[in-house]
């Protein structure tokens, strides 16, 4: 099915450790994007990547580094987990229209204890 | 003043009542105005998007601008208990922009 794919959907982490969520759409999209959801704070922008080889920082980037692989692909890296960087997180993909609409993936939920 | 206010409820309704959800903003360079729906534990996904002022229908549900006043809202008419998710309004200004703003969403229950 057409879409973005997450993986992995759950993970448990050691504060300290290190992981990469991956993310890939087969929509041909230009622009691909890295949110975190927090209860009560909403959505917010880590990384976007508005076309393939550009990155730039959203608002909440610290921890994290991003790269845009390919074209299908974006990932999010945490280099050191903390605590505050337990959240649900969602990469979202957007194709060439006017009222920049995007496309979510079903998200990762990672824990850092 | 925050961007974008949006009140997190919860609301709940009995099924087959009409549903009223609402944003502010302040950033009169928002030009898109977009509501997305968002099931427990999913992604969320698009619902309706208006360019500029107006009414759009689609279905039960109706996405009304008013950008004299800088406030959005969406009616659900008929609810359903499958319309029971939370909804995000969302902003975008345009060219030259990538990022989308967005509320912290509305949670509604729609009661059998």
């Known amino acids: 099915n057409a879409g973005v794919t997450q993986t992995p959907k759950f993970q448990v982490l050691k504060t300290g450790q290190s992981m990469t969520l991956q993310c890939a759409q087969d929509?041909?999209?230009?622009?691909m994007y890295w949110y975190r959801q927090d209860p009560g704070m909403g959505l917010r922008l880590i990384y976007y990547?508005?076309?393939?080889?550009?990155?730039d920082k959203g608002e909440v980037p610290n921890g994290y580094n991003v790269s845009r692989l390919n074209k299908r692909e974006f990932s999010l890296r945490l280099e050191s987990a903390a605590p505050s960087q337990t959240s649900v997180y969602f990469c979202?993909?957007?194709?060439?229209?006017?009222?920049?609409?995007?496309?979510f993936g079903a998200g990762s939920r990672l824990t850092v204890l | 003043q925050k961007e974008v206010e949006q009140d997190p409820g919860p609301l709940s309704v009995p099924e087959g009542a009409i549903v009223s959800l609402n944003c502010t903003y302040s950033n009169s360079a928002f030009q898109y105005f977009m509501w997305y729906r968002q099931y427990s534990r999913k992604g969320p996904e698009l619902l309706m998007y208006t360019y500029s002022s107006g009414n759009k229908e689609d279905g039960r549900f109706t996405a009304q601008v008013d950008k004299s006043s800088k406030y959005i809202s969406l009616f659900i008419r008929d609810s359903q208990p499958s319309d029971s998710a939370t909804y995000l309004c969302a902003f975008y200004s345009g060219a030259g922009s990538y990022q989308l703003t967005f509320g912290k969403g509305t949670k509604l229950s729609v009661i059998p």
């Open positions: 929509m041909n999209h230009n622009s």
């Open positions: 979202a993909s957007r194709g060439i229209s006017g009222a920049n609409v995007l496309t």
């Open positions: 990547s508005a076309s393939e080889g550009t990155t």
